[in-house]
C-alpha cells in the first residue's frame, strides 16, 4: 500500500508570510495514460469535517482562496500559502487517490502564526 | 444540495456493538462510492473502506479490514459503518465522504458533520 509523508509536522508562520507544506509517497501518483497526479490536499479547522483544497496535485477547488496552490508530480508535492492569513489556521493534509484503494492520507501538517 | 448527514453522537462500553449511519441526498445515491475516515482525538485522518452501493462492493483499509463492516441501503439512501464488538482504541470521530467523481479514484469534495464515538467501561 502507498503511504504518505508530510513535513513538517507543525510549523509557526508570520502574517503575510509563505507557508510550504510538502507531501511525500512511497509510490508514484501519477498515471500515465492521462497525465495527472492523483493527489488532492485537504484543510481542516478544528471542530470541522476537512475541506478540498487543491486536487490533481494542482487544481484549485472551487472556493479556495487563490493564495493555496499546489506543485510537484510523480512522489513529490508541495502545498504552497503565498501569504498566510488568520484563517489559514489549521491542519493540512495531503491524500493519494491513485488506483484501486486503499487510499491514505498524510499524518497532517499544523499550521499556526508565529 | 449534495449532503451528507450523519447520525448523532454515541456513548458505548467496549465488547458493545454499534452502527453507525450517513444519509445522502441531493444526488444518484447508486452512482458515487462512499468512504468511512477515522479521526481519533488529536490525530490525522484515516481512510477505512468505501462502498459502491448499486451493488455493495466494498474496499477496506488493512488496518481495518475484519473488525468493522461497511454497508449501504439503496432504499434509504443510506450508508453505515458498524463493529459487532467495540474496543477502547475505536474512539474517535468518523466521517463519511464522497468522492467528486463517479469513477472511484476521485478526492473527496462532500463530507458528513462526523460521528463521535466514545467506548469507556
Known amino acids: ?114 | 444540495e449534495v449532503q451528507l448527514v450523519q447520525s448523532g453522537a454515541e456513548v458505548k462500553k467496549p465488547g458493545e456493538s454499534l452502527k453507525i449511519s450517513c444519509k445522502a441526498s441531493g444526488y444518484n445515491f447508486t452512482s458515487y462510492w462512499i468512504a468511512w475516515v477515522r479521526q481519533m482525538p488529536e490525530k490525522g485522518l484515516e481512510w477505512m473502506g468505501i462502498i459502491y452501493p448499486s451493488d455493495s462492493h466494498t474496499r477496506y483499509s488493512p488496518s481495518f479490514q475484519g473488525h468493522v463492516t461497511i454497508s449501504a441501503d439503496k432504499s434509504t439512501s443510506t450508508a453505515y459503518l458498524q463493529w459487532t464488538s467495540l474496543k477502547a482504541s475505536d474512539i474517535g470521530m468518523y466521517y463519511c465522504a464522497r468522492p467528486a467523481r463517479r469513477g472511484i479514484s476521485a478526492w473527496f469534495d462532500y463530507w458528513g458533520q462526523g460521528t463521535l464515538v466514545t467506548v469507556s467501561s
Open chain 1, 1 to 114: 500500500d502507498i503511504v504518505m509523508t508530510q513535513s513538517p509536522d507543525s510549523l509557526a508562520v508570520s502574517l503575510g508570510e509563505r507557508t510550504t507544506i510538502n507531501c511525500k509517497s512511497s509510490q508514484s501518483l501519477l498515471f500515465r495514460s492521462d497525465n495527472k497526479n492523483y493527489l488532492a490536499w485537504y484543510q481542516q479547522k478544528p471542530g470541522q469535517p476537512p475541506k478540498v483544497l487543491i486536487y490533481w496535485a494542482s487544481t484549485r477547488a472551487s472556493g479556495a482562496p487563490d493564495r493555496f496552490s499546489g506543485s510537484g508530480s510523480g512522489t513529490d508535492f508541495t502545498l504552497t500559502i503565498s501569504g498566510l492569513q488568520a484563517e489559514d489556521v489549521a491542519v493540512y493534509y495531503c491524500h493519494q487517490y491513485f488506483g484501486p484503494p486503499p487510499w491514505a492520507f498524510g499524518q497532517g501538517t499544523r499550521v499556526e502564526i508565529k
